[in-house]
Antibody, heavy 121, light 107 residues
Framework: QVQLQESGPGLVKPSETLSLTCTVS??????????WSWVRQPAGKGLEWIGR???????NYNPSLKSRVDISVDTSKNQFALKLTSVTAADTAVYYC?????????????WGQGALVTVSS | AIQLTQSPSSLSASVGDRVIITCRAS??????LAWYQQKPGKPPKLLIY???SLESGVPSKFSGSGSGTDFTLTISSLQPEDFATYYC?????????FGGGTKVENK
């Protein structure tokens, strides 16, 4: 059974960097079968895809966030990570790490439970 | 980015009702559409992909249809566990985008 678990600080100050890690179990990131994504959801609002990473390290980002986002992978720990710089209150959201149903398709079958990150001083 | 417009944004229905939610894309996406169900405090759950294919383990009371720009999600007979928010999502063109959601509430 594939499981994803987000971890990281729940409170970040404005202008600082949000950092989250997703630990994967039940699947091996290094198998190269899938890309791994981050999706976020502000409270009471809809879902926004942030970006994805392949085991090779290749990334794709949402143009709306591209200048501030970095996604990386650590195959030795079976983890991938999100960094979002220069955060503001608008970045307050629940952040999900996700895995698609098939390689190459953004149909999201497996989701972490989500990590609430609040941007506040 | 492709915009997805869901309607209605919310609806009130009773157990046993047939519920239809629509999703319109700002440009044609063939059948590259998925539907998700989300309950409070939980991540979204995949219900339908490729516009009409039922995800494994999802009850057959859920069905999807459509192609191009207009899509529907139908719940044939609403049950208590179906009160939730439903989202459509396109995966035809990057970035993948989601609709604004439809909240199904108990009348």
């Amino acid at each position: 059974q594939v499981q994803l678990q987000e971890s990281g600080p729940g409170l970040v100050k404005p202008s600082e960097t949000l950092s989250l890690t997703c630990t994967v179990s039940g699947d091996s990131i290094s198998s190269g079968h899938y890309f791994w994504s981050w999706v976020r959801q502000p409270a009471g609002k809809g879902l926004e895809w942030i970006g994805r990473i392949y085991v090779s390290g290749g990334t794709n980002y949402n143009p709306s966030l591209k200048s501030r986002v970095d996604i990386s992978v650590d195959t030795s720990k079976n983890q991938f990570a999100l960094k979002l710089t220069s955060v503001t209150a608008a970045d307050t959201a629940v952040y999900y790490c996700v895995r698609p149903k098939w390689s190459g398709y953004h149909v999201f079958e497996y989701w972490g439970q989500g990590a609430l990150v609040t941007v506040s001083s | 980015a492709i915009q997805l417009t869901q309607s209605p944004s919310s609806l009130s229905a009773s157990v046993g009702d047939r519920v239809i939610i629509t999703c319109r894309a700002s440009q044609g996406i063939s059948n590259a559409l998925a539907w998700y169900q989300q309950k409070p405090g939980k991540p979204p759950k995949l219900l339908i992909y490729d516009a009409s294919s039922l995800e494994s383990g999802v009850p057959s009371k859920f069905s999807g249809s459509g192609s191009g720009t207009d899509f529907t999600l139908t719940i044939s007979s609403l049950q208590p566990e179906d009160f939730a928010t439903y989202y459509c999502q396109q995966f035809r063109i990057n970035p993948p985008t989601f609709g604004g959601g439809t909240k199904v509430e108990n009348k």
